[in-house]
């Protein structure tokens, strides 16, 4: 089959109903010019990390921003780059916040494990752990990327523990996918920064403190929004595309240059 990305919804009908220029379909041009598409994030966080720097928030460390949705994905970050095309690499952990949620529901025990508290009653199971990590993904040098599903071992294996054992083994796993992408990194981090909606998961933030050798901390200790980041960096991408500048790179998706991708629909087009 031919490469390919599916855009649901149209950029330039949203245009003539709101009667505003809109900008959309940041992930086609990168997928044709042999790209993944994805993660698209990755500069903003670059432009996160200077702002931050300017503003005194931060020494102008590298930092890694961990954005923890369905998937992991982490952004590492040199604010003192020139830009963001030489300044961060990007890719996929592993699974996330998905399979827990997955194992909630299918055990009738809510959509998620509210601030982790069932998963700090419980046990990890280490052999399920280490066998997780055997992954050949995990050796893969970066930039790589994961489908949501791409770990359905992982949630065959805690199906026989406790709804608590599992959770618990489920945020271990998570915790030592980040630890073992660390190792790729191009300089060790000051810090690492989590957004998305894993950072409220107060067991998943002891887990990844325990397994990574800098300070653990959500996005808001550098003044920024975590709830916000990810409809932000499509506001910023937006700009970028407008301006010709590139919104991905090798570092990110892969792609063999840098990418200025994205469609710009007119109101009367």
């Keep these: 089959g031919g490469r390919g990305t599916h855009q649901a919804g149209s950029g330039a009908a949203l245009a003539r109903q709101t009667g505003r220029q809109v900008v959309w379909d940041f992930r086609s041009e990168d997928v044709r010019q042999g790209g993944q598409g994805a993660p698209l994030a990755p500069f903003f966080h670059w432009a996160c990390a200077d702002w931050a720097v300017r503003e005194g928030h931060m020494p102008p460390d590298p930092v890694v921003?961990?954005?923890l949705g369905g998937v992991g994905n982490l952004t590492w970050v040199d604010p003192q780059a020139a830009g963001p095309?030489?300044?961060?690499?990007?890719?996929?952990?592993?699974?996330?916040?998905?399979?827990i949620n997955d194992m909630m529901r299918a055990r009738g025990l809510g959509a998620r494990d509210e601030g982790g508290a069932l998963a700090a009653s419980g046990r990890a199971d280490d052999g399920i752990v280490a066998d997780f990590l055997r992954h050949p993904y995990f050796a893969r040098r970066p930039p790589k990327s994961l489908d949501r599903d791409a770990f359905a071992g992982l949630s065959n294996a805690v199906a026989s523990l406790s709804a608590a054992d599992a959770a618990a083994t489920l945020v271990a796993a998570l915790a030592a996918s980040v630890a073992a992408g660390a190792a790729f990194l191009p300089a060790p981090p000051a810090r690492l920064l989590v957004c998305g909606g894993g950072r409220h998961n107060a067991t998943i933030m002891a887990a990844l403190a325990a397994r990574v050798d800098c300070p653990v901390d959500p996005v808001e200790a550098i003044g920024l929004d975590g709830d916000m980041l990810e409809a932000q960096a499509f506001g910023w991408l937006a700009v970028r595309v407008l301006r010709g500048l590139p919104t991905s790179g090798p570092m990110t998706t892969d792609a063999p240059g840098p990418v200025s991708g994205g469609r710009i629909s007119a109101p009367h087009s």
């Design 65 to 67: 921003f961990l954005n």
């Design 85 to 99: 095309e030489s300044g961060c690499l990007a890719f996929d952990t592993g699974p996330a916040n998905a399979p």
